[in-house]
């Protein structure tokens, strides 16, 4: 583990080297395979996690069985480190989408950097605001927003060079709805000369247009 590794983390980018040091001796490096847990909603949480390479789901489970999807990450970002502050149970689970490499930082250790190092405590203050401010878009769009609408902000957010590598299912995941409405908002969306749906991702034709539909 070098202090380069974790330069390329947001979360510790702007840290002096001996912050970075110090955090690289207690870092952990974890690998996990596609499709496999790394964290259970409920359970106790072993550290905060930050992401090297791989994509990850971060999810809720509702009572009836469906799956609400709070975010997916990438590499750079970081997640679970709200009950490391509060001392509470995982408030998601977290899946890997593909092979995942992370670095672990386990809470005492954390912990034990922070009160060494309070440039670490305000970077971690600073990134959970942002975390923050995300999760309140997402519950203005539950709250607010058609499955349409929905799905066209999901699709810009995706998109950043043109196509979502997403399923239906995993956009009505982000969405929350289930994959028929999802399917028959996309179709719509194919219809009106938006988007073009291929095998396991949707291509986005028309960035204006679905700015558009998030607004309706």
């Known amino acids: ?5 974790l330069r390329a983390i947001p979360l510790l980018a702007s840290l002096d080297p001996v912050t970075l040091g110090d955090t690289a001796r207690r870092a952990q490096r974890c690998t996990f395979r596609p499709g496999q847990q790394i964290l259970t909603e409920g359970e106790e949480a072993p550290g905060l996690f930050l992401i090297q ?7 809720r489970m509702a009572p009836d069985g469906r799956e609400q999807v709070l975010a997916m990450l990438g590499p750079g970002a970081h997640f679970d480190p709200v009950p490391l502050f509060d001392g509470g149970l995982n408030p998601s689970s977290a899946r890997a989408m593909s092979r995942v490499v992370c670095l672990l930082l386990p809470r005492e250790d954390l912990l034990a950097l922070i009160r060494r190092h309070p440039d670490l405590a305000y970077a971690a203050l600073s990134a959970m605001a942002g975390q923050l ?4 878009a997402l519950v ?40 028929e409405m999802a399917g028959r908002a996309l179709r719509r969306l194919a219809e009106e000369g938006l988007v073009r ?20």
Do not use: K, N, P, Y
């Open 140 to 179: 203005e769009d539950l709250a607010f927003r058609s499955v349409r609408a929905r799905l066209a902000r999901q699709l810009l957010v995706e998109a950043g060079e043109g196509a979502a590598q997403l399923t239906q299912q995993e956009l009505a995941e982000r969405a929350g709805t289930v994959r």
């Open 133 to 136: 401010r995300e999760l309140v």
């Open 53 to 59: 390479r791989g994509r990850v789901r971060l999810s």
């Open 1 to 5: 583990m070098t202090i380069e590794d």
């Open 197 to 216: 749906l291929e095998r396991g991702r949707v291509i986005v034709l028309d960035h204006a247009g679905l700015a558009r539909v998030v607004e309706e």
